[in-house]
Structure formats: structure tokens, C-alpha cells
């Protein structure tokens, strides 16, 4: 089997990109490697490859197209974002006591339930920000802040707090317009 010289190089870059090469001569390599029969030893070195102009231009790329809007068509839910909040904490939280590792997980869990129902929503061109704070209620107060950078016309938040007998909990749901 005859490989070209082009045909050659081309592999010789995907084998590098790999990151491995081995002290075989290209003939022998591409021989023993494509028959799967390497008999001896071989000495190799791995190391990280940057990807070279030309590689870039290989791949494709997609290129979009300016829409020309400046804010969006139509505005985030928030009222209907509240109402999700609401559903979701209570359902989740109403009978459960506070235990610091089961509310490590019940923050990752009701975050991601959150963000699966609002994008059920299918708001177009909001990025989803959710965040899900539980401590333990117990005669103590507590200031949660965040800040951001953000357009009021077209950005905006959701919010609730649940409370049962021994813990609190706190779910915001930023939205920021992508122009």
C-alpha cells in the first residue's frame, strides 16, 4: 500500500497532534502501526502540540449572521419565574430538616431542576444564571449580596425565599439578554 507524500504528512499531523512520535522512520511506523505487528521496543516522547494557521482553516466554522436587534423581542417572565421558584423549593424543601450534607446536594439538585424548567420556558436569547443558597434557621441572620454588570432595560432577576421549621432557603434566577 502506496501513500502519498501529501497523504503522509496528513497523517504524520494527526499521529502529532496525538502527542505521541515514535524513533521509527515514517515507513516503518506507518507499516508496523497499520498492520498492528510492532515487534520491537520503540522509544516515544508525548508532549502537547499547539494547533498550527493551517489546522484552523480546516475546520469548519459557522458564521452567524448580525440580527440587528438591540434588545429582545420579548420580555423575560419574571411573575412565571416566581411561580416556578415557589413550586420547586416548596416541593422539594417543605418536610425536609437541615443537615449540611443533604443541602449541599438539594442546592446542586434544585438549581438544575430550576434552570430545566425556565428553559422549558424557551425565552430566547436570556443566558440563565441560578443560584441556591440553604443554611440552617436557627435565630441567626444572614446578608446574601451579588452583583453583576447588566442593561436594566433588557436584564432583569427572579427571586423567592422559603422558610420551614429548621431551614431557609434562597433561589435567584438571573437573566441576561446576549445582544
Known amino acids: 500500500m502506496m501513500m502519498s507524500d501529501n497523504a503522509k504528512d496528513r497523517a504524520a499531523r494527526s499521529w502529532k497532534k496525538r502527542g505521541s512520535i515514535s524513533s521509527l522512520s515514517n515507513h516503518e511506523f506507518w507499516r508496523k502501526e497499520i498492520h498492528g505487528r510492532i515487534k520491537d521496543s520503540t522509544s516515544t516522547v508525548s508532549y502537547m502540540d499547539e494547533p498550527s494557521q493551517r489546522d484552523d482553516i480546516s475546520r469548519l466554522t459557522v458564521q452567524m449572521e448580525n440580527t ?81 454588570l447588566w442593561d436594566p432595560k433588557s436584564d432583569t432577576f427572579s427571586s423567592y425565599v422559603f422558610r420551614n421549621s429548621s431551614l431557609f432557603a434562597l433561589a435567584n434566577v438571573y437573566a441576561v439578554y446576549l445582544e
Do not use: W
Request: glycine residues 4%; charged residues 20%.
Open 68 to 148: 440587528y436587534q438591540l434588545g429582545p423581542p420579548k420580555h423575560f417572565p419574571v411573575v412565571t419565574v416566581n411561580h416556578i421558584l415557589k413550586d420547586v423549593l416548596t416541593s422539594y424543601l417543605q418536610v425536609e430538616e437541615y443537615e449540611p450534607e443533604l443541602c449541599r446536594q438539594m442546592t446542586k439538585t434544585i438549581s438544575e431542576v430550576i434552570k430545566a424548567q425556565v428553559k422549558d420556558l424557551m425565552i430566547p436569547r436570556y443566558k440563565l444564571i441560578v443560584i441556591v443558597h440553604i443554611g440552617q434557621l436557627n435565630r441567626q441572620s444572614i446578608l446574601i449580596g451579588s452583583r453583576c
